[in-house]
Structure formats: structure tokens, C-alpha cells
């Protein structure tokens, strides 16, 4: 079993930039491929970025693209999503998750196994 945990949330102007980490424990997620998703108040959870097991593949939702960057350090556990120029659009709890082993990169949250709690990101002026 895999437990994540998201931080790095907060308020942030339009413009600025914050960078979320995901934080695994139970397991080590060097053969998990990772991703991020969000959800604004009154919509769907939606795809923002994932990333292969390896880091050496990687991809985003269009909305984000040339914005947000994932990565991740294998040695530490560790998933980023770190993301600039943001906009109020980008408003959302935004959640980790991983896939169980074996599998590439996921778009659809239903290709994903377990999940942090989620952490809050306010982009407001």
C-alpha cells in the first residue's frame, strides 16, 4: 500500500508560482508512474500531469502546458508538480496518485490506485 501526502498548497497572486510536492510512504514509487490531478469547487476531478516511473517520459494537460512542470526524485520518495504564471483558473485542490506497478503514464483517474488527501491552491489577487 502506498500513502501520499501533498504539500506546498497556499495563496498565491495571479503570475506567481508555487511548487507542490507528493510525499510517498509504504512503498517506494521508483516503479510507480505518479500523476496529478485537480478539482475545483462545483467541477470534476481533471488531469493535470504524469510522469513514468523513470522520469524519463512525462505529460500535461493542455491547459497547463509550457506552465507546470512534474518531476520527481526517486531517491527521496518524492513527486513535484511546480507550477508558474499562474491563473485564477488553476483554483483547485490538486491531489497525487499513483498507478500500481507496471503501467505507463495515466490520464483517466480511474487508471489510479491510491491518492493523498489533497492540497489546496488559491490563485488570487
Known amino acids: 500500500q502506498v500513502q501520499l501526502v501533498e504539500t506546498g498548497g497556499g495563496l498565491v497572486q495571479p503570475g506567481g508560482s508555487l511548487r507542490l510536492s507528493c510525499a510517498a510512504s509504504?512503498?517506494?514509487?521508483?516503479?510507480?508512474?505518479m500523476g496529478w490531478f485537480r478539482q475545483a469547487q462545483g467541477k470534476e476531478r481533471e488531469f493535470v500531469a504524469t510522469?513514468?516511473?523513470?522520469?524519463?517520459?512525462?505529460d500535461y494537460a493542455d491547459s497547463v502546458k509550457g506552465r507546470f512542470t512534474i518531476s520527481r526524485d526517486n531517491d527521496k520518495n518524492t513527486v513535484y508538480l511546480q507550477m508558474n504564471n499562474l491563473k485564477p483558473e488553476d483554483t483547485a485542490v490538486y491531489y497525487c496518485?499513483?498507478?500500481?506497478?507496471?503501467?505507463?503514464?495515466?490520464?483517466?483517474?480511474?487508471?489510479?490506485?491510491?491518492w493523498g488527501q489533497g492540497t489546496q491552491v488559491t490563485v488570487s489577487s
Open positions: 509504504g512503498r517506494n514509487i521508483r516503479q510507480l508512474t
Open positions: 496518485a499513483s498507478r500500481p506497478q507496471g503501467y505507463g503514464l495515466g490520464y483517466a483517474q480511474q487508471y489510479y490506485q491510491y
Open positions: 510522469i513514468i516511473y523513470s522520469g524519463a517520459s512525462w
